[in-house]
């Protein structure tokens, strides 16, 4: 069959004769393969072409052994001759992060000779994933340099070199590959073997942008964004640094001092309300009925600090002979911290986990966890 995405990537509507269309009855859709086709499949990582033919969206486009084909809803005639129209925005869109996925690629091979072991592209997300780790610092520099490249708006050459050319040619390439060899240059900077659609020029990729970086089996995964993915990842945070700014009354240059000293005052607050949180405590537990009259205390609060609530345990635990614990929550959903000197708290666990399902763990000393059921059938435990 004829694949005239390799013949001119700018092709989008095309006519062709189907070959043959059988219902998949895994897929539940109808396979089509076409004497010709401009819908770049699904392979070398990256998502397939969307579009039409004949008006029916295509849900799918696939390559087995070297054929294409189509998935749609509704049978079509074989025969029959018909219109496919490949959704340009799409193909496009795919083909500003592959060519700036190989320009940042050629880059890392070029300075530290890294190899691209993993490639994802999806109308989502682009990933690239390398066998060799590098800093944000580095990243920042990879994509200046990349940027550069696409501001020399270089020609991406593409082509299919024989056997002996390609056994002296310099190339990557991250499968081992049978038959001819189709080759995209992209000149001083990279030299790859791919099956994908690219653009012309580097300039078409527009800009490109690392977005995310990680370390990853050992090497480190990128994420990026090219063209108008980047411009559109550009206008959100935009808008949303204009937001914030707006609201804390600055400079979108000064949000930064600004979120500093805001996160410095809330950390003071915090503070604060975590001492009146353990004053408050503190005061409720001088509540509670004393020791001679009971062994076990308990106490209900809406108080969430983990350390004010440890410490209170820990309080209770030097006045009652029993089980001492506070239960912080609402709408009969409570985590809780318990504690004992003289008493297995191992045991209690377990009779929270028995009677209702408690999540919890620890030690003889004191267990902490979270339960589900009413403050009254808490309370029947601990009597």
Known sequence: ???????????????????????????????????QTAFFPEEGGQSPDLGTLDGQEVLDVQIENDLIYHYVSDAIEIGSLIKGKVDWRQRFDFMQQHSGEHILSGLIHKHFGYNNVGFHLSVNEVTMDFDGA???????ELELEANQVIYQNLPIEISYPDKEALDSLEY??????????RIVTIPGVDVCACCAPHVGKTGEIGMLKIVGLQSYKGGVRLNILC????????????????????????????????????????????TKVNELQEKYLTMSLNCLPPSNECSNALLFTDINDNVAIRNAVNKLVELYDGYCAVFTGKDDSY???AGSKTLDCNEL?????????????????MIQGSIETTEEKIRKIFE
Do not use: P, W
Request: aromatic share 10%.
């Open 134 to 140: 590098f800093d944000l610092k580095v990243a920042k």
């Open 1 to 35: 069959m004829k694949k005239l995405f390799y013949e001119d990537t700018h092709i989008t509507e095309f006519e062709g004769t189907v070959v043959s269309c059988h219902y998949d009855d895994e897929r539940k859709l109808y396979k089509v393969l076409l004497d």
């Open 349 to 365: 666990a377990q009779k929270l986990r028995s009677d209702f399902s408690a999540k919890c763990g620890g030690n003889k000393i």
């Open 227 to 270: 063209g108008q993915r980047a411009l559109m990842d550009y206008s959100r945070k935009q808008d949303d640094v204009s937001t914030i700014a707006q609201d804390m009354s600055s400079k979108q240059d000064q949000i930064v001092d600004g979120y500093l000293r805001l996160k410095e005052e809330v950390q003071g607050y915090k």
């Open 172 to 181: 990557r390439s991250k499968i081992e590959i049978d038959g001819q060899v």
């Open 335 to 337: 985590r809780f911290v």
